[in-house]
């Protein structure tokens, strides 16, 4: 079972014989965690550098010879300025499938709510919470609109500036972008996204679809350094080496790569990589929040965590004795874990999973096992 924040913390303030202690927080341990979580980060890349690798697919944009770190790994292009006057699905803007409605206004004067997915309307909000991002357009379809309709994407209740008007005899589709709602429509991953349609004049009931063009926000990169950088597939896999020096890059015949901050540069312009490209990189160490659940490829290491979280825990409470015995027993499983990670040849707990399991853009998983 995932192991989560909460048992974490259970676990180490059992192993530090403070179950029902106040003296030191909930947070507090889980700040000792991650302390422990980065040490220990450091020390198996320092050992095998490529035990946490991760691989991430991208393409080059047309007329672009570089993109950042951020879109490179996750997938997701920068979010576009507002306002955007004429958004594109197929101009490298996300949609999210989740945001298509196909329902049936009923013949009520009363709001009606509109659940993802489609089927007739609710009487109140349903909960929906999308990914954080902005709307960039709504746009609404029928065959024939049968009574005069507002549609309007409400926020936690309230609505928003994201409306369109469908007056009664409209036939196709009726579309509104962020340039007309005059202010960006933001939902922050917490907030709650309904659809509400008001009609007026003589209700009637009609079908209607309605899509949500939404731009996600663009999440931090987890890069922290570049193993090796490819293209192609099979026996034409070629590899593409950095770039020696800057100065180099009006010298280069094929492609070369050049890291810069957070921008990620490809040298010639004019024998750029054709078709994706492949990152083999080390991600950052991650860090805990409550509620969060350990990652699979630290479960194995949940005793160095722990006895190490005991540590200052033990020195808070001015039990030295205790801090030397806990020490030494998490340096033995660091020297247990080095041991075995200089050791191991690529063996089954460091097969890069098959693509079927593993997330879009994040390439490597790690099977599970222990030490």
């Known amino acids: 079972m995932p192991i989560t924040t ?73 979010v576009p300025a507002y306002p955007v006057d004429v958004p594109s699905v197929g101009d490298r803007t996300p949609i999210i499938p989740n945001h298509t409605f196909s329902s049936i206004v009923a013949a009520s004067a009363d709001p009606q709510y509109f659940a993802v997915g489609g089927g007739a309307s609710f009487p109140a909000s349903q909960g929906f919470v999308p990914p954080a991002g902005r709307v960039l357009q709504i746009g609404i379809t029928a065959t024939l609109v049968a009574a005069n309709t507002r549609f309007t994407i409400f926020k936690n209740g309230e609505p928003t500036a994201a409306t369109v008007y469908v007056p009664n005899g409209t036939a196709g589709s009726t579309n509104v972008t962020e340039a007309d709602f005059g202010e960006p429509v933001y939902f922050n991953g917490e907030d709650v996204m309904d659809l509400v349609a008001v009609e007026s004049g ?26 090796g950088l490819s293209y192609g597939t099979g026996a034409d896999l070629r590899e593409i080496p950095p770039l020696p020096t800057l100065t180099d890059r009006g010298r280069v015949t094929t492609p070369h790569f050049w890291l810069a901050g957070d921008v990620l540069s490809f040298y010639p312009s004019t024998h750029l990589p054709s078709g994706p490209i492949t990152l083999d990189y080390v991600p950052r160490c991650p860090v805990l929040v409550d509620g969060d659940v350990l990652p699979v490829e630290l479960e194995r290491f949940r005793d160095f965590i ?31 874990i080095v041991a075995s990670l200089a050791a191991r040849k690529a063996g089954p707990r460091m097969i890069p999973m098959p693509a079927g399991e593993c997330y879009p853009g994040r390439g490597y998983g790690v099977r599970r096992g222990g030490w």
């Open 6 to 78: 909460a048992d974490l913390i259970a676990s180490i303030r059992q192993k530090a014989n403070v179950q029902r202690s106040r003296f030191v927080t909930d947070g507090e341990i889980l700040g000792f965690a991650n302390d422990q979580i980065a040490d220990l980060w450091d020390t198996v890349c320092n050992t095998r550098e490529n035990y946490f690798a991760r691989s991430a697919q991208f393409s080059l944009a047309p007329g672009s010879n570089s993109i950042g770190l951020a879109e490179a790994t996750s997938g997701i292009p920068p």
């Open 202 to 227: 003589t209700p009637a009931s009609y079908t209607f679809e309605a899509i949500t063009i939404y731009a996600l926000d663009q999440p931090e990169t987890d890069f922290l350094k570049e193993l």
């Open 306 to 336: 722990e006895v190490g979280s005991v540590i200052p825990i033990k020195a808070k409470r001015g039990m030295t004795d205790d801090v030397v015995s806990f020490t030494a027993k998490q340096q033995g499983i660091r020297t247990r």
